[in-house]
């Protein structure tokens, strides 16, 4: 990736995920950044963090801020981004699906229902969170047939596999909704506008 800087002044900016639908959100926007994905045991933390009673929303910002701040730490002066989306419905959370097999079952699990999306992101500089947002989409699936569900994992194939959910809300998964509330950009994992507002503050994005 090339890496060009609005000033010399301008901090680095740094990713701390190996998400390719964020990164192309921040490369649409047309900000400079380099991805350092950050290693953490999410699962242990999610597993953790449930059997204390916390909310999806607080798991979320938990692991963005988990992200961001270790990759800040071993980055002085950077602007990290960490961000983190968990899928809530009816009280179970849903990660992203193994295989095929467990996109089929996510999918017939959310059908008829709605489910949120508790998304988070936070920017960290030298190993201590500066700022936060959360966001919390509402997304209703329609009652969908066995036999579009076939058809829609017949066409997606394992793009499924990239989101939580299972579904390309971008491409073929909008067939999947009856109603979607929300910012479009916090259901793609990245509450977009908010951050960039944030980010004006810093001379990273142009004011």
Same mark, same amino acid.
């Given at each position: 990736?090339?890496?060009? =800087?609005?000033?010399?002044?301008? &901090?680095?900016? %740094?990713? /701390? =995920?190996?998400?390719? =639908? ?6 649409? /926007? ?6 350092? &994905? /950050?290693?953490?045991?999410?699962n242990s933390i999610k597993d953790s963090l ?30 990290? %981004? ?14 992203? &699906? ?30 201590a969170r500066i700022w936060h947002f ?14 579009? %569900?076939?058809?829609? %994992? ?23 909704? =009856?109603?979607?509330? +929300?910012?479009?950009?916090?259901? @793609?994992? @990245? ?7 944030? @980010?004006? +503050? ?6």
């Amino acid at each position: 990736m090339t890496l060009v =800087s609005l000033s010399s002044e301008s &901090p680095k900016m %740094i990713l /701390a =995920s190996a998400s390719s =639908s964020r990164a192309k959100l921040l490369q649409a /926007a047309g900000l400079s950044f380099e991805p350092i &994905p /950050a290693n953490v045991d999410e699962n242990s933390i999610k597993d953790s963090l449930k059997a204390e009673n916390a909310t999806a929303e607080q798991c979320a910002e938990t692991l963005a801020e988990l992200k961001a701040v270790k990759i800040s730490q071993a980055n002085a002066d950077a602007l990290v %981004i960490g961000a983190d989306q968990l899928l809530e419905c009816n009280g179970d959370w849903f990660d992203k &699906p193994a295989d095929m097999n467990g996109v089929k079952s996510h999918l017939l699990k959310l059908r008829g229902q709605t489910h949120t999306l508790a998304t988070s992101v936070v920017v960290a500089q030298n190993g201590a969170r500066i700022w936060h947002f959360n966001a919390s989409p509402q997304l209703s699936m329609r009652n969908f047939s066995d036999a579009f %569900i076939e058809r829609y %994992i017949a066409q997606v194939g394992e793009k499924a596999l990239l989101s939580v959910g299972a579904y390309q809300l971008e491409s073929e998964g909008i067939q999947l909704f =009856s109603r979607i509330q +929300g910012d479009f950009f916090a259901i @793609l994992g @990245l509450p977009l506008l908010e951050l960039l507002s944030f @980010l004006r +503050g810093y001379d990273v994005v142009q004011t």
